[in-house]
């Protein structure tokens, strides 16, 4: 199920907008084998350490994020992506407001 229109040029990262305090999102797609959602990450704001039955593609559209995999930090900025693998735990957390494209593959 799509929420967005297809077969148009979008502008992902004017497609969700930041909100202060707070994280918001906004689905893309969703079917069986997955989902695609945008995020935008105020300042601060953070995900705790949680896992996912599902490989999980972070895509950086704007600012910097720190990501903890298996408490490993990794930072990303605008134009970086990083693969969440399944089971493993993860935690998500602003160092700028960022925005982000989430895309989640069942394994």
Do not use: C, W
Not at 46 to 57: G, K, Y
Not at 68 to 79: E, F, Q, V, W, Y
């Amino acid at each position: 199920m799509s929420t967005v229109p297809r077969s148009e040029i979008m502008r992902l990262a004017s497609m969700v907008e930041y909100n202060m305090g707070a994280i918001v999102s906004r689905q893309v797609t969703k079917a069986e084998g997955g989902n695609v959602t945008l995020f935008a990450f105020d300042k601060d704001q953070e995900l705790s350490e949680h896992t996912t039955p599902f490989d999980a593609l972070v895509q950086i559209l704007d600012g910097e994020a720190e990501i903890r995999i298996s408490g490993r930090p990794n930072l990303l900025n605008a134009g970086d992506s990083i693969l969440m693998p399944a089971n493993e735990p993860h935690a998500l957390r602003a160092v700028k407001a960022f925005k982000m494209l989430l895309t989640m593959i069942k394994v």
